[in-house]
């Protein structure tokens, strides 16, 4: 027990309280610790009140304050564990989850604590991003097909969420990045279908453009690229990629006569009577541009075989 402090457990979480806003952290976690000896395994209600809000207390001061994530995730942890309907437990696993995502690179540990928050407080506001954290967290892992699984259930659960179009995308790249090209191809058609203008479509349609460009459909990709308007969301990069494909489509290969004529191509001279006007037979102009070969001029008159006669004569 620190010297001068309340010897109830009530009175040195307090005085933690105290110190934690005083910017005395040290202090502050030495208390906190304190009263959770001091409550000992006291199981009546005020105790079980008491333990719970200095858990809580001691596990934001060591992950937020301290950055003592060990401390903090035993914490996190004997608070989740053996109170799970506290109220501080929900923030509780909010922090657990951050912190094992993003400090301690527990990405399955993380999944778990966001799949609670999702299923475990049913109507609590954001359990559709929780949801969602779990579909990002097993496309992380490249486990495509529990991916695919947690995403259609975010569908089902939150219909009118706005990460729909989001579990619906990460659907379709979790087809593309196991090489199901038709399926990848036929689940981002369905997400511009049902949602053509929202935020993720410019994404989905530069996706689908280069996956129709790999199968061929170069000018189909084309055109799905030209019929996109301005994206002020997607950034830079977006922007870049759909510059860079419209390029690269734009000097691909001339046309074949099957796409510029049809299947059966031109329409032969010698076919269709009143279909197509025959040009003239071309003449062949003789040495000096006079008409045909080996004749004169129209104007001239007939050759009669006799030599040129004799001015004398």
Request: aromatic fraction near 6%; charged fraction near 30%; proline fraction near 7%.
């Amino acid at each position: 027990m620190l010297a001068g402090c309340p010897a109830s457990a009530g009175g040195l979480l307090d005085k933690a309280d105290r110190c934690e806003r005083e910017h005395r952290f040290a202090l502050a976690q030495t208390a906190y610790r304190d009263s959770l000896r001091r409550l000992g395994d006291d199981g009546s209600a005020p105790s079980r009140a008491l333990r719970t809000r200095a858990l809580a207390h001691l596990a934001d001061l060591c992950y937020l304050d301290l950055g003592d994530l060990k401390c903090a995730a035993d914490s996190y942890r004997r608070l989740i564990e053996n109170y799970p309907e506290a109220p501080e437990t929900f923030l509780a696993r909010t922090h657990l989850a951050e912190m094992l995502r993003d400090r301690l690179n527990d990405v399955t540990g993380a999944i778990a604590q966001y799949k609670a928050l999702a299923t475990a407080y049913p109507g609590k506001a954001g359990s559709d991003d929780f949801q969602y954290q779990v579909v990002e967290g097993y496309f992380g892992l490249h486990d495509y097909v529990q991916a695919r699984s947690e995403a259609r259930a975010l569908i089902d659960r939150f219909g009118t969420s706005s990460r729909v179009s989001q579990a619906r995308f990460l659907i379709a790249s979790c087809y593309e990045l196991e090489g199901q090209r038709p399926e990848a191809i036929k689940a981002f058609e369905d997400l511009l279908a049902r949602d053509p203008d929202g935020e993720i479509a410019p994404q989905a349609r530069l996706a689908l453009a280069k996956l129709l460009e790999q199968q061929g459909d170069g000018a189909l990709a084309l055109q799905l690229l030209q019929r996109g308007g301005a994206d002020p969301v997607g950034g830079p990069f977006v922007a870049e990629e759909k510059r860079r494909l419209m390029h690269e489509l734009a000097k691909g290969p001339p046309p074949s006569r099957e796409e510029i004529f049809g299947e059966r191509g031109p329409i032969d001279e010698d076919e269709g009577a009143g279909m197509h006007l025959r040009s003239k037979p071309e003449v062949s102009l003789g040495p000096h541009g006079k008409g045909p070969a080996g004749r004169g001029s129209p104007h001239e008159p007939e050759p009669t075989g006799q030599g040129p006669r004799d001015d004398a004569e």
